[in-house]
């Protein structure tokens, strides 16, 4: 069962032109979201994060969106740079208890010079 | 640079084996998590500790155990490796203790477990 998906494996955007990742999940009780981004050998290393009492946070080239009665969740990145180029995780949990991660598989990012 | 590392990068074992990895969380983060990533997949959640106890556990054998020390020093144990057990295995830092809130979860480098 899986409770948080990213249903786009790969995406190519010019560089300059923005980017926009989607994610979406099934259970009602997450409220904290989270995207990762992760390079070969490397962590997943934060992005960006975002409470359910919120619909969009901001920083800098990143913005996530978050529609609760859609269950879903957006990662816009503007200007895209050939740097961002990496694999995106969006990641959900709940705010009490076990503060357990559950991922998404992923996106490939890739930006064209 | 967030500060958590993990040894070894990678390892190699045969099945049936034990084998041991070690985390180095942030300084002051009281609650370590641990993650298995298999190739093409996100990471799933092992189990998670906050000063020293088990806080949680997913969806994993007894076979994978786990330590925090009060130096910020954490283990994962796994027996009886299986071919499966091949991964990518992550620990995760975070504050830890703060009911209710969101809490932000920083990663290490990884360990790259091979299974022969």
């Known amino acids: 069962d899986q409770q948080v998906k990213q249903n786009s494996p790969s995406l190519s955007v010019q560089e300059g032109r923005i980017s926009i990742l989607n994610c979406d999940y099934t259970?009602?009780?997450?409220?904290?979201f989270l995207w990762y981004k992760k390079y070969p050998a490397e962590g997943p290393t934060f992005l960006i994060s975002?409470?359910?009492?919120?619909d969009k946070n901001e920083d800098g080239r990143f913005t996530v969106f978050l529609n609760k009665s859609a269950k879903h969740l957006s990662l816009h990145i503007v200007p895209s740079q050939p740097g961002d180029s990496a694999v995106y995780f969006c990641a959900a949990s709940v705010a009490s208890g076990t503060y357990k991660y559950i991922f998404g598989t992923g996106t490939r990012l890739k930006v064209l010079a | 640079e967030t500060g958590v590392t993990q040894s070894p990068t990678h390892l190699i074992k045969t099945r049936g084996q034990q084998v041991t990895l070690r985390c180095s969380s942030q300084?002051?983060?009281?609650?370590v998590s641990w993650y298995q990533q298999a190739l093409g997949q996100g990471p799933q959640f092992i189990f998670q500790y906050y000063r020293e106890e088990e806080n949680g556990r997913g969806n994993f054998p007894p076979r994978f155990s786990g330590l925090q020390f009060p130096n910020y020093s954490s283990e994962l144990n796994v027996n009886a490796l299986e071919l499966d057990d091949s991964a990518l295995y992550l620990c995760?830092?975070?504050?830890?203790?703060?009911?209710?809130?969101?809490?932000?979860?920083?990663f290490g480098p990884g360990t790259r477990l091979l299974v022969l």
């Open positions: 300084s002051g983060h009281n609650t």
């Open positions: 995760a830092s975070s504050l830890g203790g703060l009911a209710g809130v969101g809490e932000t979860q920083y």
């Open positions: 259970n009602s009780m997450f409220d904290y």
């Open positions: 975002i409470s359910s009492i919120k």
